[in-house]
């Protein structure tokens, strides 16, 4: 689904000028929620909105995958901020599929050169890191569950990466094959997850911290099929 | 610890950094912003584990103090949020490997071979505190200078 088809619309809200800018500020908190701002910023950013649009007192409660604001008085100039969240998911400039994939496979690369993966298995290792993020934008592209996503994408660029890595002669196999599945590992999770404990957000940050651990194991499974995959077909690990 | 691996773990840094500025759809512009915050990260913590010896833990935390508080000074400067900059930067440090290796571990517990039990498991925990208390060091490093040195929005 496209981010601007998902603004709540106007037309749903009745009833007087607060319940539209009410859902102008929730709008763009859910925006940040999808982007995995921490919550502080969250809500700093959404006080703003309400207050540029004339609220006196904006409350906001924020959970795992759920937002709710309370907010006082003072209209002014709705539409237009409507109008500018509309624009702003719409026409935000998104990398091409091509250039995320390559800088993907340069990160995991240079992560596998951090690794210590010997010279010639950085190039397999750039290699499937490439084809596990267009299989990964594929796929979140057909609504696949990330967790299941995690395991398939994960799966398919170990097994390129241990494979490459064999047939260029590596000697870090086992260590390129961990590599190639690093843009797996939900790093701002977490790291925001703690940074959302640390400034009182318990909730919030627990939960961010069981997902990163669930998608971390479901990463595993992946890489653990693979190497059972390729030792099934006589590659010394 | 040679002039030579440094460059080379700071160069693996910025581009490691750089990579996932893309996956976050950070701009262009706002780019070598993301190259110096992850060669920073990493410069500092080779320094401390290869030079002086410190470890993992010790080191990540170190250079995601001095990334977080180079962040806060420098943040009007960068045109990007100074969350996204700080993160990315300790993108490299986060110990995805070893996670890997901590599950998997766990996972070699199972199999019917246990004349190895006790080693694995040893190995397996060791990672895993590994990796908790690196990430603990990451977020901790990286919170207390914007704690200490945000400028509170006022509601």
């Not at chain 1, 709540?8 to 000028?17: C, F, L, Q, R």
């Not at chain 1, 210590?116 to 057909?142: E, Y």
């Amino acid at each position: 689904m496209d981010v601007k088809d998902k603004l709540i619309n106007d037309e749903v809200s009745s009833g007087p000028a607060l319940e539209p800018m009410a859902m102008v500020a929730l709008d763009a908190g859910r925006m940040l929620m999808e982007a995995g701002a921490s919550a502080n910023s969250i809500d700093a950013i959404v006080a703003k909105f309400a207050r540029g649009l004339g609220a006196d007192r904006v409350d906001l409660r924020i959970g795992y995958a759920s937002l709710a604001i309370t907010i006082g008085i003072g209209p002014n100039g709705i539409t237009q901020t409507r109008a500018e969240l509309t624009r702003l998911a719409a026409k935000t400039p998104r990398h091409s599929t091509w250039v995320m994939a390559v800088a993907v496979g340069l990160a995991c690369a240079a992560f596998g050169r951090l690794l210590k993966v010997d010279w010639s298995g950085t190039g397999p290792v750039f290699v499937a890191a490439m084809i596990g993020q267009l299989v990964r934008r594929d796929l979140l592209g057909r609504h696949v569950n990330v967790f299941i996503c995690a395991t398939i994408v994960s799966f398919i660029a170990s097994v390129l990466g241990g494979l490459g890595a064999f047939f260029a002669h590596s000697d870090s196999i086992t260590t390129a094959m961990i590599a190639s599945i690093l843009l797996l590992v939900p790093g701002v999770p977490s790291v925001n997850a703690q940074s959302d404990i640390l400034e009182g957000h318990p909730t919030l940050g627990s939960a961010r911290a069981v997902t990163v651990a669930v998608i971390l194991i479901f990463v595993a499974v992946g890489l653990w099929l693979g190497q059972v995959l390729l030792s099934h077909f006589g590659i010394q690990l | 610890m040679t002039f030579a691996f440094l460059l080379h773990q700071t160069i693996c840094g910025a581009l490691a950094a750089v990579g996932f500025g893309v996956l976050f759809n950070i701009g262009f512009r706002s780019l070598p912003w993301c190259a110096a915050s992850g060669a920073l990260a990493l410069a500092v913590r080779t320094c401390c584990y290869s030079q002086y010896h410190w470890n993992l833990e010790a080191s990540s935390f170190a250079a995601a103090l001095i990334v977080g508080a180079a962040v806060q000074i420098l943040r009007t400067r960068a045109d990007i949020s100074q969350n996204a900059l700080d993160v990315v930067g300790c993108i490299p440090m986060v110990p995805g490997s070893f996670a890997a290796k901590a599950i998997l571990g766990l996972f070699a517990l199972t199999s019917i071979d246990t004349a190895h039990a006790t080693e694995t498991l040893v190995t397996a925990v060791q990672y895993t505190l590994r990796v908790m208390f690196t990430i603990g060091a990451i977020g901790t490093g990286l919170a207390i200078p914007s704690l200490l040195l945000r400028v509170r929005v006022s509601r």
